[in-house]
Each structure stands twice: as C-alpha cells, then as structure tokens.
C-alpha cells in the first residue's frame, strides 16, 4: 500500500515539473554605445551594422545618423561610395561582409541609372557597388547569408520592383545577380534572408511568399496566405518560419509569424499595449520585436522576446533598449537604444 502511494506520488510530481514552463532565456544586448544606436543587424560573431546619432559639422543642435560596423565597442565608420550621399547598411554576414544599398540625390522627375545601388564592403576590401542587371534601374540588398556568399534583394525595374540574389563565384569579389522566380512585383521593401540562405520572404503580388531553394539554383515558391497584406516579412530563418507585420487598420501594426505546423498566427501585444512588430527570428524560434502604447498615451515602445508561446519584455537589456531588430543563436540581441528624452524645467518650476 505504501509502495503504491509512493509510485502515484512520484507520479503526481513529474507531471508538475512536467507542465512547469520552460526557463526563460537570459539574453545579451550588444551594442557599441549606450545611447544613440539603431542597429539593423547582427551576426553569430556579435558584429553589429546600423546608424548612430552624430553631430553634423561639430554642431551638437543638428544630428544625422552615421552609418558604423562595430565590433564590441570598436566602431568603423561605413564609406560613400564614390558619386554617392549616403549610406544604408541592412546585413552582415559571420565574416564581417556588410551588405545594404546607397543612394545619390536626382532632380524632381528624372529617372537616374542607379540612383540606389546594393553595396557590399568589408574591412580588406572597403566599399564596392553591385550594379544592376540591363534592363533595371536600381538595386536594393536588404540581407545576407551567415557564409556571406549569397545576398537577397531586390531591383527597380519599368514599374515592378523584382526580388533577386547576388551570388559569390569562388572565393574572389565576383558577384553574380540571378532574378528570384515568380517575384516579379514585390510589395515590400526587404527581402529576408535565412541565415543559410536558401530560404527567401517578402510580399509578391499582395501576399505573404517564401522561397524555399529545393536543389541549387531551384525555387520553391510558397504562398503563406491568401488574405492581402496579412504580413509584411521582415525574418525568416533556416527551417522557414517567417515573421513580420500587418496594418490593422486602426494605425496600428500587429506581429506576425508564420510557421508550417500552425500556419499564420499573431503574437499579442500585453495588455495596455496597442500596436507589435516582429522584426527577426533566430534558429530556436526566439522573436523580437517591439512592442508600443496607444498614440498620445505614456506606455512607450519596447523591444520584446517571444519564445516558447509567452511574450515578454527585453527588461535584462536595461530602460532604453526600445526596440529589438535583430537575434542571433548565441544569445544576443540588438536594435534601437536610446535615453528618455526629458523637458528642461521651466521658469517657476525648481530644478531638482
């Protein structure tokens, strides 16, 4: 009798530890400086591309962002490209090649040949353009491969925009554009990128789409939903799940994530908060994003992890990471860290 009520009450309690949630992950910000920093991605080495606040001519009254790559708290100022004004980096792949597009100014009305053009740069290397295939006006890369040997994006043609890749030939500098199939008018402005690189997102023709490459240089196509404008992809990672936004109509965007077991499902906001954007996915599943107050409200935006169905705030990042935009499979994060603005007190108002 006693053996039995042992037995059922070991029994009784592994199926408490059984229905216990799993632990949360304790993740890592990386991030070159504590203030001024809008990273837009991260690799598996903690390298960080992004733009940072910065006094324009000395004058602290008039910023602009820089674009930087850091590598701990070591950051390098990203070129122009010869003929270009400005900057915009988007990827970095494990071995520190920064992809993104540049861009040139052009009078009112007039079409200019690569007006933006996909780069690349490295630190052995520096800044180089990627062209665009005849027939294309500008080019736009928006992601990378971990092994920095496949590139995604997108180009401007007469009207469309069309997804394409840039592929590495050997071991040299010379890149390969190739046209993604059926992705003929994209209606997003990133082509996400799984890490290995054979899986592709964006929105084609209203709806969500992945590419899956099945053999070498062949795509599956795959529309993830059949409702317009369910999600805007902005993650994907190497077993297809694929996270993003949707407008609600209501000024509001609501996270989204797509996988093959459950199909497409929005990950909710907490109470009290109104509006989420899912910005990457890492291999495990882990989402970011941000997460924001109704408009005119004091909840202000900030960056979120979702993982193992429960959403929950960055808090071990610290107050002002406000927005999570990339993850990676070592346990670190990256976004937008900037301080609380606060008013200066007024006359009659004591300072403290």
């Given at each position: ?70 590598r701990g708290k ?74 920095g040997r496949r ?146 409200s004091e909840i ?53």
């Amino acid at each position: 009798m006693r053996l039995t009520f042992f037995a059922a009450a070991l029994v009784a309690l592994g199926s408490a530890f059984a229905e216990e949630p799993p632990k949360a992950t304790t993740y890592q910000l990386v991030t070159p400086l504590n203030e001024g920093i809008s990273a837009t991605a991260l690799n598996d080495r903690g390298d960080v591309v992004g733009f940072h606040w910065e006094p324009e001519n000395g004058n602290p009254d008039i910023l602009y962002e820089a674009p930087f790559f850091a590598r701990g708290k070591e950051m390098t100022r990203l070129p122009l490209l010869e003929g270009y004004t400005a900057t915009f980096p988007a990827g970095v792949s494990d071995d520190g090649l920064v992809v993104g597009r540049v861009a040139k100014p052009a009078p009112p009305g007039v079409r200019v040949h690569l007006r933006n053009q996909a780069f690349i740069w490295d630190a052995e290397r520096g800044i180089r353009g990627l062209g665009a295939p005849e027939g294309y006006l500008s080019s736009f890369a928006t992601g990378v491969s971990r092994d920095g040997r496949r590139i995604s994006g997108f180009l401007l043609g007469q009207p469309h925009l069309q997804g394409c890749l840039w592929e590495r030939s050997g071991e040299g500098d010379d890149w390969r554009a190739v046209i993604l199939p059926e992705a003929d008018n994209l209606g997003s402005n990133v082509v996400a990128i799984s890490p290995d690189g054979k899986r592709l997102a964006a929105v084609q023709n209203s709806f969500p789409t992945l590419w899956t490459e099945t053999e070498p240089g062949v795509w599956k196509r795959e529309t993830l939903s059949t409702d317009p404008g369910s999600l805007i992809p902005r993650g994907v990672n190497d077993a297809g799940v694929v996270v993003g936004h949707r407008e609600n109509g209501q000024g509001y965007t609501n996270a989204m994530m797509w996988t093959r077991e459950g199909g497409l499902k929005p990950i909710r906001a907490p109470e009290g908060f109104a509006g989420a954007r899912a910005e990457g996915v890492n291999s495990a599943g882990a989402v970011v994003g941000v997460i924001d107050g109704p408009h005119g409200s004091e909840i202000g935006p900030k960056a979120f992890v979702y993982e193992n169905g429960r959403l929950r705030t960055l808090d071990e990042c610290g107050p002002d990471f406000v927005w999570a935009t990339a993850i990676n499979d070592k346990g670190q994060v990256a976004g937008v860290v900037e301080k609380e603005e606060t008013e200066a007190p007024g006359k009659d108002e004591p300072k403290p």
